[in-house]
């Protein structure tokens, strides 16, 4: 349980960024309730091999797009997504949040790729994640 809310935490961060990786700063500040996971963000590795290869492959399209992410901690209560991430769009209704649909199928198929092997999550999978991208538009 505890290394499937670890992989939670970092896919988190990885998805938004993906999908919106065309409309992104190059400096920006991503805010984490989970120690563990913003520690491996910021190492780009930690000690699930599977997770690393989603980390390799997040840092390679960062490296391509050339960002410079900062991770903050917060607390999960004063995360603008946790009660979104707990199925309560109560918040994000009132707020007048917009729903956008993602290439999901494309981007989760690239990031299982990258959990097998890290080699391709450096080379193949971070094209495919910039095609999920640039060929999305929201």
């Known amino acids: 349980r505890r290394a499937f809310i670890y ?66 901690r917060v607390p999960s209560k004063a995360n603008v997504s946790d009660a979104i991430s707990r199925a309560d769009p109560l918040r994000a209704w009132a707020e007048g949040w917009t729903r956008i649909h993602t290439p999901l199928d494309e981007i989760c198929e690239a990031l299982r790729m990258a959990a097998g092997d890290v080699d391709r999550a450096i080379n193949e999978v971070t094209g495919r994640l910039l095609h999920a991208s640039l060929n999305y538009l929201p």
């Open 7 to 72: 992989f939670l935490e970092i896919f988190a961060q990885v998805l938004p960024v993906v999908v919106l990786a065309r409309f992104m700063p190059e400096i920006f500040i991503s805010f984490v309730d989970n120690e563990a996971g913003r520690f491996a963000l910021e190492k780009g590795y930690g000690k699930d091999r599977s997770i690393n290869g989603i980390l390799a492959a997040y840092w390679s399209l960062a490296a391509r797009m050339n960002w410079h992410p900062h991770f903050e």
